[in-house]
């Protein structure tokens, strides 16, 4: 736990990865001791441990209440629109269809977003589940 650490988030589905990122955290390893980096801690080993065994773990999947739909709307097309063309080479019509079930499923509040950070001060970027591609989409990034 004294050296820096590097995590793998992996979702499968049907037997197929969905989503697979990893993080180290080399450049944030010693602000786990600095006051105030993580809450309700005290010390570099508790929160540490704080910050991987309980609170990154209860950030991974957001809630419909953790997230604020009318700063996240106006952007979605932008970002998701980048990241659909850059990572799975969907463009045009397709795009938009994707990008519009995406922001239907997120009014209607029946959408699957997840945020992996990369620090105990970041909560982005996030992501949704679109099913049309079976992958995660980002739709929005600070």
Request: neutral net charge; proline residues 5%.
């Amino acid at each position: 736990m004294y050296s820096p650490l590097k995590w793998t988030v992996t979702i499968s589905s049907l037997g197929e990865t969905v989503l697979s990122q990893t993080r180290e955290d080399k450049d944030i390893n010693g602000f786990f001791g600095d006051e105030g980096y993580v809450g309700d801690c005290r010390g570099y080993l508790e929160c540490k441990s704080k910050w991987y065994f309980k609170d990154l773990l209860s950030i991974l999947v957001v809630p419909k209440s953790g997230y604020d739909l009318e700063g996240i709307m106006p952007g979605i097309e932008g970002v998701a629109g980048k990241y659909l063309a850059e990572r799975l080479g969907v463009r045009g019509e397709k795009a938009k269809a994707l990008v519009s079930g995406i922001k239907n499923r997120l009014q209607k509040g029946q959408a699957i977003v997840i945020s992996i950070p990369d620090t105990p001060a970041t909560a982005n970027p996030i992501m949704v589940f679109s099913p049309e591609v079976r992958r995660f989409i980002e739709i929005y990034q600070d």
